[in-house]
């Protein structure tokens, strides 16, 4: 039987709960994101000639949300390379393990928020393209 094809990049949708006060929208571990989450940091300050990551990780599971302003992500898992924009505090971008992230076009107010599976570990990072290469199209055999 043939493989379902996973969806890369799978993106969630965060509820968003209104009333005439504005906006709110919970993250509730185990419910809206799929992981238990263990780190939360946040990216702003960041000018849009800037380009960050250009890594991927060996064994972490992230979620990504803007929320405020917008950037956008270039995922890369070996075979395949989408271009994703953020720009709703409603949007998720699930990034998995062995996938090469890079984030640019930033706007001036852009605050990212990171949730992620793992505490921070530099040993986890492949800093390296081709590196990051070989070792997903190894995994893919
Ligand atoms: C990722 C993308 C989306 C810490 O001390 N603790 C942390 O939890 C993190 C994430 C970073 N740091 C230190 C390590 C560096 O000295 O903060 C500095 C900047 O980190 P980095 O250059 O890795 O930042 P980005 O924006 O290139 O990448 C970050 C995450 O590191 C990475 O896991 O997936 O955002």
Known sequence: MAAEKEEFPRLLTLRAIG???????????????PFEVRRVYFIYG???????????HRDLEQVAVCVAGSCAFLLDDGHHRREVLLDSPTK??????MVWREMFNFSSDCVLMVLASRLYDEADYIRDYADFLKLARQEAI
């Not at 504005?22 to 509730?28: F, I, K, M, N």
């Not at 960041?46 to 991927?56: E, N, P, S, W």
């Not at 998720?92 to 393990?97: A, E, H, V």
């Open 19 to 33: 009333d005439e006060r504005g906006w709110l929208t919970p993250v509730e571990a185990g419910k809206d994101i």
């Open 92 to 97: 998720g971008l699930y990034i998995g393990s």
């Open 46 to 56: 960041t000018q849009d000639a800037i380009r960050r990551g250009l890594h991927a």
